[in-house]
């Protein structure tokens, strides 16, 4: 029997309706969609770079600025009320002290003293064996001539690498700086060799446990209750994250400072690998430099902290503090922060400072000049 193709016309009309209405939802659906799981706008449109993610780092606020208040360590995005700090986040920082230190490397104090035992075992590493082998503290030195009759001054700006928005400013700043680098930054092989590309000298930065107990040191820090194995293994760590630099200095470290049987330990694998020791002296208790000199490690000491306050006219009245020491005794050390002040105060100055009559230097020139084991 034949069959009626008309049936089957009002069937295949509301398959053709619903398929269109489909197709028409889901544009809608799909941008419904996208609101549910609130991406932003930006990233609905499609562009070849609509998967490459912008540096985590473009989008770092300021730091907060530097507790003075006494014994209060700096917390991120808080400040000093009424004797206590906002706390509102780990601190990266301790209090750092405001002594303006005059001591000079070559009328130094007398120094620790140590038993036979403690430098028994002090052999340097394979590769500073051989007598022609210049140390590492000169061999990765920024070559710079002295004028014989010039003050010198060496500028070093600490805890770079974390902040990478502010590091790659102090990167940016007139050479030579002594650049010290958090051993736990990320991407520590490109910002270092950009540093040394600019005409920086680098530094080890390396945590050292504090006397506050409300700061974050970062993985790996020192600690006096470590074991020396322990504190040897973090050491390698530390001392493998990049190349090419001439020393460490201490991050911190108002506590591991003053104990000689942790310094030691670091002294030892300091000389190991012939490097030089910047005291940052947290502490006026510390023992770093005078242990250095005992045991024959090139070591100089910080006279001044630029940036207890983060504000343009405090930092130009610390580089003009560093000036006068500078002519008094021949050179002085200050170590500042990436920090919007100091990196702002440091752009003038550093235009200036030749004119003045003195000579901008890297650490290893004033340790050369200065610093005798």
């Known amino acids: 029997m034949a069959r009626d193709n008309s049936l089957l016309k009002p069937k295949f009309k509301r398959q053709l309706i619903f398929a269109g209405s489909v197709l028409m939802a889901l544009p809608v659906l799909y941008w419904a969609i996208l609101s549910l799981l609130d991406v932003p706008h930006d990233q609905k449109q499609l562009s070849p770079h609509a998967n490459v993610p912008e540096a985590w780092y473009k989008s770092q606020s300021s730091p907060p600025a530097m507790i003075t208040t006494p014994d209060l360590p700096v917390f991120p995005g808080g400040v ?5 700090a906002i706390v509102t986040g780990s ?13 000079r490397a070559e009328h130094s104090a007398s120094a620790v003293k140590l038993s036979k035992e403690d430098t028994a075992s002090l052999k340097p590493m394979g590769s500073h064996t051989a007598a022609t082998a210049l140390p590492r503290w000169q061999k990765f030195a920024v070559a710079t001539t002295t004028s014989s009759n010039k003050p010198l001054i060496a500028i070093v700006i600490d805890d ?7 590091s790659d400013m102090a990167i940016g700043l007139k050479a030579p700086l002594t650049l010290s680098f958090l051993t736990y930054a990320k991407d520590l092989k490109d910002q270092t060799e950009r540093a040394r590309l600019r005409g920086h000298e680098l530094l080890l930065h390396v945590s050292m446990e504090p006397r506050s107990s409300k700061v974050d040191l970062g993985p790996n820090a020192l600690l006096i209750n470590l074991s020396d194995q322990e504190l040897r293994r973090r050491l390698d760590w530390g001392f493998s994250r990049f190349p090419n630099y001439v020393g460490l200095n201490n991050h911190m470290g108002s506590k591991f400072t003053s104990d000689v049987k ?34 024959g490690v090139p070591a100089v000491e910080r006279n001044i902290f ?16 560093a000036e006068k020491i500078a002519r008094r005794i021949g050179a002085v050390v200050a170590i500042g922060h990436p920090r919007d002040a100091t990196i702002k105060a440091l752009q003038t100055w550093l235009k200036s400072v030749e004119s003045k009559g003195f000579q901008l230097v890297p650490l290893t020139t004033i340790v050369k000049k200065f610093a005798k084991p």
């Open 80 to 84: 000093p009320q009424m004797g206590k």
């Open 91 to 103: 601190a990266y920082e301790e209090t750092l002290p405001k002594e303006v230190y005059e001591l």
């Open 160 to 166: 770079m690498g974390v902040d990478r928005k502010r």
């Open 262 to 295: 942790s310094m030691r330990i670091v002294i030892e694998e300091t000389k190991r690998r012939g490097l030089l020791f910047l005291d940052s002296r947290t502490s006026s208790k510390t023992v770093g430099a005078k242990l250095a000199r005992e045991l």
């Open 306 to 321: 630029l940036d207890h306050e983060n504000n343009i006219n405090a930092v130009n009245t610390q580089l003009a503090q």
